[in-house]
């Protein structure tokens, strides 16, 4: 796709060496472990062309809205609420991270010690490889760990326009009244880039939009509930992934379209593996495109992933914003209301979580959890330790894995994942 | 001091072999690192009597203090306001870290990549070490660090009492009202262990007491300008250490003591080393006892530290809290004023520090500024990056130092240390 599309990523100021040397690697990755698994659902072809023009022609579509008037806004993490964004029709996407990049730029700016997932956002923008950075006409950066919160201090010096949201480190009056005063703020920069007021009407609207993606994602997790399993995690997590990039009328409309098919699977008693398949529920830290090594390794040793506990999964959507408010101050009310669900282990103490880590492992009659923590990431890493405590106290098997976005650790990985998935069944 | 104090460590829990064996450490390393420099103020005498009863008569006045009814709360963070302890005439205690202790059974609660601070006072805590935290009717964690604030779930059901205390990302209006709240919150903590009503009289006597601490620590600094410099940076660091543990009103004695004595070797232009040794400027992590072993690097490679940009100096130190409010309220909020400009690297942005280091540089004619992180805090450790780069664009030298509280890197660090100081002068 190179040819079709170079003259809009050297506009975007892409390198376009570098660039090419990273899709070649990202096409190689994609048809090693997606394009090689077996028994796919049809409808996966859509995500796989979307895959197959993540850089090309959704880059287009967000230029040709930039050209039409529309704003893009770029974001890190589910606390920037898409509903205050799509009220003023302008587009979020997530940033690029998930593999490793420029790596020795990055380390001139930021600690080693530095969590793969933030040194691969930098290393996208150093290296100049990301179309979804440089299409953005503002980017949100969210305090949420300390590892994001001190380095957007570096990122926002080498973007033009960079929006800080403080956010509460628990969720008390104040914690909620600080999260509520971050979101009208963004409210407001928001209608400064798009010079659109958002009203009830509007912001009625985004919570809509946003909502039905949402409810497609319920829909396709409830149906991995089925035993045997009608879809991959490697297909399910794909699906999640592609959740921050795309269109969202499309995206739910693709969504809905897997789940009439594995509907059909369910009432066959087909299963994308066999019934005896171990069911492995991951819990932890999100997992941005590429970063697809430990499902493809969990699901290479012929378990099957049924559950994400993840920003990028059920932590991220498994609560709807209530639309019934007849008011911005009502919508807002409840916008604020829906992220002080999101359980991500930055806040303290953490409950929810726990609770909803073995809600997940029953309903999703999952045989084991395993909990994926980046290294070097304080805040999951922490409470992992606490997690596969509570989930032994309740004879959960459970396994702790640290990594990052390097492939040295595979095999060892993958020892490790083949003698706990013997012992869970 | 063993077979004195035996029955009362055993009264505390302690593990009295264990116990044993780290005062046997400390002490040879107090002998090495501060017995062995030359040239001390006499009134240095007062502090090492202090050193050598740390765990001894100190604890022995903190239970008698209990006996007489009165409370000891426990602390891991500047950010505690000491005035409200006071003034409910309770006693506030820097809590034991600064050591490896422990270690096995700190990493089955704890990550490995967790910094050495937070791994040491679980070290203490649970190898049974620390009189002070044994000692303590309360404890307060500050949700400062993802590390701290994640460890707390765990430290909080080690203990008996524990109060956690929730602290801002961002100084802005919200961020000052949660810090507001939770020192009202922290108030009425105190008013219930203590059972007295804090009333204006009672916070401006706590105010009182401890500016007065502050005063000649401010004294202390000031004499350090000179050159020669009249005291080391050993010692000085070290009566910064001790203002965490002793008597409020007879350390400001014996501050002023040593600062007497300091004023007629400045007199006599009499330094504690010579002239022409590289004047260093500390900055970065909280250094606590006994963790000694970058400033003796330093020291013993022919420098002189100055000033330490650290908690444990003067940024923990510099501020004083205004006295004038004629209300509980209004000294509420000097309170809070006083403590929002505290500039740890947590807050985003964190400008004032940036600015301090340069004025404290200037300030005490350092010829140098020598970084320390603790390895995994990645506040400090993100933040040197941009610090380093200010200060070198100022043409300040300045060297990044990243390390533990083990001693293998010592020869390492020397060498690093050394080569920065021949560059320096």
């Not at 197959?52 to 806004?73: F, P, Q, T, Y």
């Amino acid at each position: 796709m190179s040819e079709q599309y170079e003259r809009m990523w050297e506009g975007l100021g892409l390198d376009l060496g570098a660039h090419d040397a990273l899709l070649e690697v990202l096409g190689k990755g994609y048809q090693d472990i997606y394009l090689a698994q077996k028994n796919r659902p049809e409808a996966m072809a859509y995500f796989d062309f979307v895959m197959s023009e993540v850089h090309g022609l959704r880059i287009r579509e967000l230029l040709d809205e930039k050209a039409a008037g529309r704003k893009v806004i770029g974001s890190f993490c589910v606390f920037v609420p898409e509903e205050i964004v799509r009220a003023a029709d302008a587009t979020l996407v997530g940033l690029c991270t998930g593999a490793d990049f420029a790596m020795e730029e990055v380390e001139k700016l930021l600690p080693r010690n530095t969590c793969s997932l933030i040194k691969s956002a930098f290393g996208f923008k150093l290296g100049k490889v990301c179309p979804y950075i440089e299409a953005s006409d503002m980017l949100v950066g969210e305090n949420t760990c300390d590892g994001k919160k001190k380095s957007f201090e570096t990122l926002k010096d080498l973007v033009s326009k960079f929006h800080i949201m403080d956010i509460p480190q628990m969720k008390s009056v104040e914690g909620r009244a600080l999260l509520k005063a971050e979101y009208l703020r963004f409210k407001e920069a928001v209608e400064k880039l798009t010079g659109i007021t958002i009203d009830a009407g509007r912001l009625k609207k985004g919570i809509e939009i946003v909502n039905n993606k949402r409810k497609a994602i319920h829909r396709l997790a409830s149906l991995r509930k089925a035993n045997p399993v009608p879809i991959s995690g490697l297909d399910a997590l794909l699906v999640n992934q592609v959740y921050f990039y795309d269109d969202p009328a499309r995206f739910t409309d693709s969504v809905n379209k897997i789940c009439d098919e594995l509907e059909v699977r369910i009432e066959k008693n087909e299963g994308v593996v066999p019934e005896t398949s171990p069911r492995i529920l991951l819990s932890g830290c999100p997992m941005a495109v590429p970063n697809w090594k430990l499902p493809w390794i969990i699901e290479t040793c012929g378990a099957v992933i049924v559950g994400e506990e993840s920003c990028v999964g059920e932590r991220g959507t498994r609560n709807l914003t209530d639309d019934t408010g007849g008011t911005v101050d009502e919508l807002m009310e409840a916008i604020v209301d829906r992220y002080c669900k999101v359980d991500c282990a930055i806040f303290t103490p953490n409950p929810d979580r726990f609770e909803h880590i073995v809600e997940m492992f029953e309903q999703y009659q999952a045989d084991g959890v395993i909990h994926y923590s980046l290294q070097f990431c304080q805040p999951y890493l922490m409470e992992s330790m606490p997690v596969e405590k509570a989930l032994e106290a309740k004879n959960i098997p459970t396994l702790r894995i640290e990594t990052d976005y390097s492939l040295e650790d595979v095999g060892q990985l993958k020892t490790r994942v083949e003698a706990f998935l013997e012992m869970v069944k």
